[in-house]
């Protein structure tokens, strides 16, 4: 049984909670052990009672879980400066092992917690604390380990990005989609700390520690907010052909020097990176073996960020219990049920080739409405050499209700099926 | 010191040595131990002598390796079934650790091999064999452990997705696409593997073991390749708004049953994936916790493949030297210098209004100009109220000369610098 405590209960604590019951099964295969939680600290009992089945886990002292012999792996999640910092150190000083997302505290304080977590044989984990659910930390780190890191560039602030795309998408100004973001819940009252680039440059900064070993501090780096960015300069871009993104921009120069920026910047719409909309976060790494990587995905909410805590706090179960475990999980393969080709379901595209004659296009609505298939779209273009060439895609059905309707073309006079594509309609990311 | 035996010596395996040569001091500084080739297994010594330095290191005999006392960890790159299987299956029971770029002995034998692996206490690492460069494998063991994989989505084959990138982008056929990918070095002489999916299918096998932990086998699947899709398609495929990609789909259904299949796709050209061009490689994960995320990278060539097969090699060394190294490998934080902002370079957005009068634009450009500034492109809108808005956007160049010629812009009678925003000229992804 491995016991962790958690420091704090808001949101990203919720998140792991809810990870820690949904997946337990799920996680204790793979660690070949529990992972419990056995005391969550938080401000006031009756407030989060009703969240939690065992309320003895709640506790208002934090040396219960700082302190606690039977903890294993502290948590944080608290967010801000203090006291999180000195929570940790002692935690650290007590051999507890450290999950923590808080961007703050290991920017200002990396060298002193890495090096108390060296002297007391524990670890210190953070992937949380930049980029959400992605594992950029741990790619950096482990995944793309062989390279000396050339490049960073990040889009590490889901609130500025989504503002930045809403502005463009609904030619909208900076203050009315900022309005809209608060109302929404996805920018904060006070919005300063991610308008102004703080909180991308508290990332950049620890990034920099993991991909370049450098200690910089934040007042190291120039940054600029996407404040004096307006609706009319994003258009301009793009008619240029440019996105404007806020990029948090780490290099390592060929003079072994490094420049570290943080500021809006216009990027090729045809970019990868253009194409991280809305919320979403990214890493668009630039290694000296591996070339470039993108990474992206959600960088913040409790569940996305929830994942990275818990697969921190599994990595250092893994160590917990002995290392194989953690290389030779695929040692519990099992057998599973597999879908059948008929059952699966997908939208199909249709191409066809009809002789030119009246009612054609009726027969062949006709044999898909007969099979309950909706026409979603249709394309019909002019008749060459007295075939009519006709693009069908459908609604997502299942492969056998398609191969009737095929069947039922192909023996249809004058009727050719000339290609039969699937189609997926993924949400867009 | 770490001994490695590398079987094989092609464009992976010299990547892996070209790695470990020029990043030595970089991967002994993170490993905390030097990472040695203490020999090379290849079929004829003389045509490999030129690209090594100790020619003692090469030899003919595969036991050299397998059955030498001093190589901690055997390296597999020479592809193929067999001996391939054969020889990890020995180095393993040899109680040697084994990294391979094998996704044909891995996706037929991955149960024996694991089975092995855990009986003689050692390694089986391959996050080579998916993806190439990019770190698929080791985000779903470990930065996403936290998660149930719900769906995989993958562009896991250079060669099929260079060919549709290509019939898209320059109108052509299939059969042009594929002998000029043949000519390059992007598509083999027997393209069979790539374009008919099998080797898409390989890949699909093994994430389906390491995402859903489960027993499947090619044969499964369902597979079709990319040999039917034409230009005619494809071109009704964007008017529709999709982009025709040929993907590795995985999905754990609600019933516990999973849907594995690899088929040309349409899916919507505003979707990350459709983004992933030419021999660029990516996976599409989504999780029960953190949602969508993307990896993209590249998926072949010596120099990414080796990028993998030595991030391996490591992860194994920080065992091998103790777990603290792998992860308080912040604790070695160094000082660099950093690039002032005055010397750092860019591009720059220029937004100006000018009053409509004679000679203003002059004015601009010679500003420009004298500053030694290229103008890459101008925008200028009819006038409103008497003043034209003019848009710049110039060649990179470094800060402290945009500082000057930005100066000289608000100082002139007549022009009103609205916007200056940093512009980078990535290269497309």
Do not use: W
């Not at 002292?61 to 903890?71: K, L, T, W, Y």
């Not at 919320?279 to 993108?294: K, R, S």
């Amino acid at each position: 049984m491995i016991k962790i405590g958690l420091l704090g209960f808001g949101n990203v604590g919720q998140g792991v909670l809810d990870i820690l019951k949904k997946n337990a099964r799920h996680i204790t295969e793979r660690v070949g052990d529990e992972i419990q939680i056995e005391k969550i600290l938080v401000r006031d009992i009756n407030k989060y009672s009703g969240l939690i089945q065992d309320t003895a886990q709640l506790t208002t002292h934090p040396e219960d879980i700082i302190s606690n012999a039977e903890i294993d792996i502290v948590v944080e999640m608290m967010g801000g400066e203090f006291p999180a910092y000195d929570y940790i150190c002692d935690a650290l000083k007590n051999r507890k092992h450290v999950v923590t997302a808080n961007k703050e505290v290991i920017s200002r304080h990396k060298e002193t917690l890495f090096k108390l977590a060296k002297e007391h044989s524990v670890d210190i984990y953070f992937e949380a604390a930049v980029g959400g659910g992605i594992p950029i930390i741990r790619s950096l780190k482990v995944g793309l380990a062989a390279n000396k890191i050339k490049k960073i560039y990040g889009i590490l602030n889901g609130t500025t990005n989504y503002i930045l795309t809403k502005i463009e998408e609904e030619k909208a100004t900076f203050e009315e989609v900022l309005q809209k973001a608060q109302s929404l819940g996805f920018a904060e009252a006070d919005p300063t700390m991610d308008v102004e680039g703080i909180d991308v440059a508290h990332k950049l900064v620890i990034l920099t520690a993991v991909a370049f070993k450098s200690k910089v501090q934040l007042e190291d780096l120039y940054v600029e907010g996407i404040t004096n960015v307006s609706l009319t300069d994003i258009m301009y871009a793009k008619e240029l052909g440019f996105t404007i993104k806020l990029l948090a921009i780490g290099e390592l120069l060929s003079n072994d020097s490094l420049s570290l920026k943080v500021h809006p910047t216009l990027i090729p719409s045809g970019h990868f990176l253009s194409s991280v909309k809305n919320e979403f976060n990214a890493a668009y790494i630039v290694g000296n073996a591996v070339g470039e990587v993108l990474l992206a995905g959600k960088g913040a909410g409790g569940s996305p960020t929830g994942s990275a805590v818990v697969s921190d706090i599994i990595d250092i179960a893994f160590d917990l219990t002995g290392a194989l475990n953690r290389r030779n999980l695929e040692a519990h393969l099992v057998e599973r049920p597999r879908q059948s080709l008929n059952e699966s379901e997908s939208g199909f595209y249709l191409r066809l080739l009809l002789d030119d004659k009246p009612h054609m296009m009726e027969t062949v609505t006709k044999i898909m409405s007969d099979a309950d298939i909706n026409i979603k779209k249709l394309l019909q273009k002019e008749s060459i050499n007295d075939k009519a060439e006709v693009v069908i895609l459908t609604n997502t059905i299942k492969e056998n209700h398609i191969q009737n309707v095929s069947q039922n073309l192909q023996q249809t006079k004058g009727v050719s099926l000339e290609s039969m594509i699937r189609v997926d309609h993924l949400n867009a990311f």
